[in-house]
T-cell receptor, first 114, second 111 residues
Framework: NAGVTQTPKFQVLKTGQSMTLQCAQD?????MYWYRQDPGMGLRLIYY???????DKGEVPNGYNVSRLNKREFSLRLESAAPSQTSVYFC?????????????FGSGTQLSVL | QQQVKQSPQSLIVQKGGISIINCAYE??????FPWYQQFPGKGPALLIA?????SEKKEGRFTISFNKSAKQFSLHIMDSQPGDSATYFC??????????FGAGTQVVVTP
């Protein structure tokens, strides 16, 4: 019953470094999402993948790239990290993109960029 | 700017009391309104949700009240318990399935 698994749980980067956040789900869901959570801002959508082979920008995509590697895995890459990208990142999945779809979230990655 | 405005930012309630969190929206394309609950160190989890054709939905101690004409909806936690201490996010989904979250409310229930 793993659900949505994110790695790593914590990461500290220096400005300009790159890294990839990994996400995998074992619920055979079609849709996957990356959100960032900042105090007073709620959760904001970075990128999503409605189905395997497709990705689309969300509300705050600048500075990020994504790869839907297969149906299970959806990674988020920071090519050149900036202090403004210090945040908690959540991966989520859902069966589809219908209006009333339930999102299942991972436990998050706390990222600090110095 | 946020399309779903949530208040208050935080609230403290005594055990057994009622916690009330309010949300407002402008976009009339929103047609599904879920609430997510998040415990420290965990991801959010769906708590309860409502469609705009219903004015109230109750699940156990949690109730959503919905006012379509005012474009407002609220979460009531009755008989609040220390285990309810968490951050609560209201959200709204448009017909394209895009979910917009409010800023969150940190609820602390004191024993």
């Amino acid at each position: 019953n793993a659900g949505v698994t994110q790695t790593p749980k914590f990461q500290v980067l220096k400005t300009g470094q790159s890294m990839t956040l990994q996400c995998a789900q074992d619920m055979n869901h079609n849709s996957m999402y990356w959100y960032r959570q900042d105090p007073g801002m709620g959760l904001r959508l970075i990128y999503y993948s409605a189905s395997e082979g497709t990705t689309d920008k969300g509300e705050v995509p600048n500075g990020y790239n994504v790869s839907r590697l297969n149906k299970r895995e959806f990674s988020l890459r920071l090519e050149s990290a900036a202090p403004s990208q210090t945040s908690v990142y959540f991966c989520a999945s859902s069966a589809g993109t219908a209006t009333n779809e339930k999102l299942f979230f991972g436990s998050g990655t706390q990222l600090s960029v110095l | 700017q946020q399309q779903v405005k949530q208040s208050p930012q935080s609230l403290i309630v005594q055990k057994g009391g009622i916690s009330i969190i309010n949300c407002a929206y402008e976009n009339t394309a929103f047609d599904y309104f879920p609430w997510y609950q998040q415990f420290p160190g965990k991801g959010p989890a769906l708590l309860i949700a409502i469609r705009p054709d219903v004015s109230e939905k109750k699940e156990g101690r949690f109730t959503i009240s919905f006012n379509k004409s005012a474009k407002q909806f609220s979460l009531h936690i009755m008989d609040s318990q220390p285990g309810d201490s968490a951050t609560y996010f209201c959200a709204a989904t448009d017909s394209w399935g895009k979910l917009q979250f409010g800023a969150g409310t940190q609820v602390v229930v004191t024993p």
